[in-house]
């Protein structure tokens, strides 16, 4: 199971700190990620996390601007959204996909597990 947390209303170029809490599973043993889908497009990749946090990789549109940590001894993921843009307005997902070894997952499609999502709404 999958808890996304720390969604909410910002003005931009505030900043957010998402958090997805995963239990059931060996966490450490899962590659994870961060989508969004706003209003109207298409789900989009946002940043993704190997098992162990030692690789990771971001979309163009938020590079520099987000970061994806995990913290394997809490079972959490987070995403931190600093500088955020009108843009960024969307419901975001956290995933997980069974990846014991190997690099970040980027593909929505190869993830089995998902959150409910979370709301972030950035005013201008």
């Known amino acids: 199971q999958l808890v996304e947390s720390g969604g909410g209303s910002v003005q931009a170029g505030g900043s957010l700190r998402l958090s997805c809490a995963a239990s059931g599973r060996i966490f450490s043993s899962y590659a994870m990620g961060w989508f969004r889908q706003a209003p109207g497009k298409e789900h989009e990749f946002v940043a993704a996390?190997?098992?162990?946090?030692?690789?990771?990789y971001y979309a163009g549109s938020v590079k520099g601007r987000f970061a994806i940590s995990r913290d394997n001894t809490k079972n959490i993921m987070y995403l931190q959204m600093n500088s955020l843009k009108p843009e960024d307005t969307a419901v975001y997902y956290c995933?997980?996909?069974?990846?014991?070894?190997?690099?970040?997952?980027?593909?929505?499609?190869?993830?089995?597990?998902w959150g409910q999502g979370t709301q972030v709404t950035v005013s201008s």
């Open positions: 995933a997980a996909d069974y990846r014991p070894s190997g690099a970040p997952v980027i593909t929505a499609p190869e993830y089995k597990y």
């Open positions: 996390i190997n098992w162990d946090g030692g690789s990771t």
